[in-house]
């Protein structure tokens, strides 16, 4: 057999072992995600709490792509944003990130194309580089530039109920279209998970609420005494007032 034979099929060898490797890799990571997406899935349904359904989100995700550290910002429609959960960050960074500008721009840019963005995509976008003009023209000094990486929203029809922002991968590579078809999906399941809880937490404070006017009602029926009965009046007529607030 020639050496240019020998070497020939050596190569081809090389080359199949590397083709097995890389289908093994990928099953692998295949098969991780599909367990994230069914721990994803067990957790969210469990919870009856926003904050809670919130850090198990991010926890499947981050770990499923490798992000360094992410968090979570629950909305609260016209552009306002709370940090719900985090993970990766110590106390003082999580309170940078809360207030950081360029990071509430980019979930705002995020809610309203309603599709998932990286800094750099963002940075290329009309309306966020419209933000920035805006932001230095005002303060030259300001912070522009987003500290998180990756924002996905998670979308409830057309509307966002949070947005999942994640920090750079672990290994330093860009975020890739099966990451974030990964994202999109545990998002979807997110969403549905913290806008049920955040019903749910809604009826537990008008049960409570109406329990205290039953009682306040109650009280006030009971007595006849005119005193007694301007001050429950009073303190019916706050409690209404609380229970209309929400």
Not at 92 to 118: F, G, H, R, W
Not at 174 to 179: I, K, L, V
Request: include cysteine; aromatic fraction near 4%; charge should be negative.
């Amino acid at each position: 057999m020639s050496e240019d034979l020998i070497a020939r099929l050596r190569a081809e060898n090389a080359q199949l072992q590397a083709a097995i490797d890389q289908s093994y890799a990928q099953l692998t990571e295949v098969t991780s995600r599909v367990l994230a997406m069914s721990e994803a899935a067990t957790s969210l349904v469990e919870t009856h709490d926003a904050a809670s359904a919130s850090v198990a989100l991010l926890d499947v995700a981050a770990r499923a792509v490798l992000a360094r550290a992410g968090c979570v910002f629950l909305s609260h429609g016209e552009g306002a944003f709370a940090l719900a959960a985090a993970t990766g960050i110590d106390e003082d960074q999580q309170d940078a990130i809360a207030a950081s500008v360029p990071d509430i721009a980019l979930c705002n840019l995020v809610e309203n194309e309603k599709k998932t963005y990286d800094v750099a995509e963002a940075e290329a976008d009309e309306a966020f580089q419209e933000w920035r003009a805006e932001a230095l023209s005002a303060d030259p000094g300001a912070e522009t530039h987003p500290r998180l990486e990756l924002f996905v929203p998670l979308m409830l029809g057309d509307r966002a109920v949070a947005v999942l922002a994640l920090g750079k991968r672990a290994d330093g590579k860009r975020y890739d279209e099966s990451d974030r078809l990964f994202l999109e999906h545990v998002a979807d399941q997110g969403a549905l998970a913290i806008d049920r809880a955040l019903l749910f937490e809604q009826n537990q404070n008008r049960i409570e609420d109406l329990d205290a006017l039953l009682r306040v009602s109650r009280e006030l029926a009971s007595t006849l005494d005119l005193d007694h009965v301007l001050i429950t009046a009073v303190n019916l007529t706050g409690a209404i007032v609380a229970a209309s607030a929400r």
